[in-house]
């Protein structure tokens, strides 16, 4: 494995404490790779997600509907959309940081003998409310793909 190329299991870990981590990583230039984003877990109440979520989707342009917002659905989509927004998109290296990430929902075979880290600060503390991702894309409308 490369010195620059980081490999993060993401299973159970906070998504807006692994976001940060992870958008600083590529500001220094790393390339970051999430595996297991469906698995990523976001506090709070059940349905003051849901509700946030779904009031998201309501977003909405008059004019032409390839300049309206785009939703992302796909556990992977959520979790690359949080990362982005904790980038500077406005200045090159936030462009240049965002294209050095990439998210998976499970592990690649390729990425498969690789070794990955966790992120031991970012983990959910014990007894905390949490809601997986996985479970929010299939509420706002994601089809979740057939096992096998």
Request: glycine share 8%; proline share 5%.
């Amino acid at each position: 494995m490369e010195k620059n190329q980081i490999i993060i299991d993401a299973s159970n870990l906070l998504l807006g404490r692994l976001s940060s981590i992870v958008a600083k990583q590529l500001l220094l230039g790393k390339y970051v790779t999430i595996v297991n984003s469906e698995k990523v877990v976001i506090s709070g109440s059940r349905r003051s997600i849901l509700e946030s979520a779904k009031r998201n989707l309501r977003t909405r342009t008059l004019g032409a509907q390839s300049k309206a917002p785009k939703h992302p659905r796909r556990p992977e989509g959520i979790v690359r959309r949080t990362v982005r927004g904790m980038l500077p998109l406005d200045k090159a290296k936030g462009r240049a940081a965002y294209h050095r990430l990439r998210v998976f929902i499970e592990v690649p075979e390729a990425l498969f003998k690789q070794g990955t880290i966790t992120l031991p600060e970012a983990k959910a503390r014990k007894g905390s409310v949490v809601l997986t991702v996985n479970e929010v894309a299939k509420n706002i409308g994601w089809n979740a793909p057939l096992e096998g």
